[in-house]
């Protein structure tokens, strides 16, 4: 596929380089010369200097031959206008970053008469991360599949759980459940468990079902107590107001914390049921007079990295039971983990999973399933991918024991009807299901690609 990036930025990198390794044709467009030389030397991919806008530009990148144009600038305006030019010049798809939550809640109008084929806001799609994630406080991370009737949760092995030390196989028979155990990492070493997988203290382990097992699974591992009541918001940033939106309607009680006292009033606007709190967040005498550490769950929200991870530390070795940070650079990111800190929310990274998830669903338009959700896990070792299964699948109605699969994978879970199927070997995949496979070390465009 030729596919247009508009915006080198964070976004726009880090798609660039998700979709270099999968046999695209790709053209870069932004304004820096010295930020498009650097991607062009590390990535294999055609960069044009000028703004997306142009139609000279547009045309100089091959937009009527274009099967997507990605519109990922720092300006929503920019982004509405290039999709809308990108469209005229013959381009047959286009996706739009918008962060405004004002333009966001018209998005079906702007998909309507600007012809937009999707519009994503890594904002809005972080809040709705962390919502999650203090929904699940025993929980690093949550995603949702089959429209939330299936969820895949990441947790931390712990020695009081009673389940390190043991292969899965027995455990399951000593506390029978409806959970499957998808994908583990020990050290740097990654596994799609089996049954004789025996999980270790200190694993970072994901495990899926439907919400009500997986509850179930945490309430025999003794981990279903704890929930989050009161939340302390580092950064009154976007994110913090689509949070607080969120939340406010479970009943927990919110506090935000913003430096800029323009922000502040803006905010205390949208959210008058929460309380906003003017000054610095780092600071000790506020911290110390304000309680922020007095919390249920902290999370870091603000636009400097190093603040988030400093704060994040302090929040955990204070005691808060759900600590939760925003990162966008990758060495932080690993840093955190190391200091115990896994909670962490990228929206850089949400965002081009949900493009690539896109682009790998066209690519294979005609195949055998439509791609409806793609997450990477374990630093992108891993990759958990949702199909909504077509008629023309090559293997409906066929055990699973008996299709030849590649390696490296596992069926993890079925949503069919209402329910969610954890499969065995008996288990045959339908059309119309909704069918979540686990993939390491494979790029799966379209179901059919589970085969050998």
């Known amino acids: 596929m030729r596919i247009i990036i508009i915006g080198n930025g964070k976004v726009g990198y880090t798609l660039a380089k998700q979709l270099s390794g999968e046999n695209h044709d790709l053209v870069l467009i932004d304004k820096n010369a010295e930020a498009l030389a650097n991607a062009e030397g590390v990535l294999d991919i055609l960069c044009v200097e000028g703004s997306g806008a142009s139609i000279r530009v547009l045309r100089e990148a091959g937009v009527r031959g274009a099967d997507l144009v990605v519109a990922v600038t720092g300006s929503d305006e920019l982004n509405i206008v290039c999709c809308l ?4 010049l013959g381009a047959k798809h286009t996706v ?12 079906n109008l702007l998909k309507r008469e600007i012809g937009v084929d999707l519009i994503i806001n890594p904002e809005y799609a972080a809040a709705g991360e962390i919502s999650r994630l203090l929904r699940v406080p025993t929980a690093f991370s949550v995603e949702t599949f089959a429209r939330g009737r299936v969820e895949m949760i990441g947790f931390p092995v712990q020695k009081s759980d009673g389940l390190a ?3 899965l196989y027995e455990f399951n028979r000593r506390h029978p459940n409806g959970v499957l155990m998808c994908a583990a990492i020990r050290g740097t070493e990654v596994f799609v468990p089996n049954g004789s997988f025996v999980p270790q203290v200190g694993d970072k382990a994901y495990i899926i079902g439907s919400p009500q097992e997986t ?17 302390t918001v580092l950064g009154g940033s976007k994110i913090a107001t689509y949070l607080a939106w969120a939340v406010e309607k479970v009943g927990m009680k919110v506090r935000i914390v913003e430096l800029d006292p323009d922000k ?7 959210l008058p049921g929460v309380y906003i709190i ?3 967040g780092t600071d000790s005498e506020v911290i110390e007079s304000e309680n922020l550490l007095a919390t249920d769950a902290f999370v870091a929200l603000t636009n400097r990295d190093e603040e988030n991870l400093l704060m994040a530390m302090t929040a955990q070795r204070s005691g808060v039971g759900t600590v939760v940070a925003k990162m966008n650079r990758p060495n932080y990111i690993e840093m955190m983990r190391e200091f115990g800190v896994d909670s962490i929310i990228s929206p850089k990274d949400l965002t081009a999973n949900q493009i690539t998830a896109y682009v790998r669903s066209m690519a294979r338009s005609q195949g055998s ?3 409806e959700n793609l997450y990477k896990l374990l630093g992108g070792a891993v990759e958990a991918v949702e199909f909504t299964v077509s008629s023309a699948a090559s293997f409906l109605d066929t055990p699973l024991k008996d299709l030849n699969l590649k390696d490296g994978l596992l069926v993890a879970a079925i949503a069919r009807e209402g329910k969610t199927i954890i499969p065995d070997g008996s288990t045959c995949i339908r059309a119309g299901d909704r069918v979540i496979i686990m993939a390491r070390s494979i790029f799966l465009q379209d179901l059919d690609d589970i085969l050998r």
């Open 165 to 167: 030390g043991i292969s």
């Open 264 to 270: 502040c009033e803006a905010l205390a606007e949208k």
């Open 96 to 107: 739009c970053r918008i962060r405004n939550p004002e333009y966001y809640r018209e998005a």
């Open 215 to 231: 509850a179930r699974f945490f309430h025999i591992l003794g981990r279903d107590g704890g929930l989050v009541r009161s939340l």
């Open 369 to 371: 399933a439509v791609m």
């Open 85 to 88: 030019i990108a469209k005229k």
């Open 278 to 280: 003017q000054g610095d």
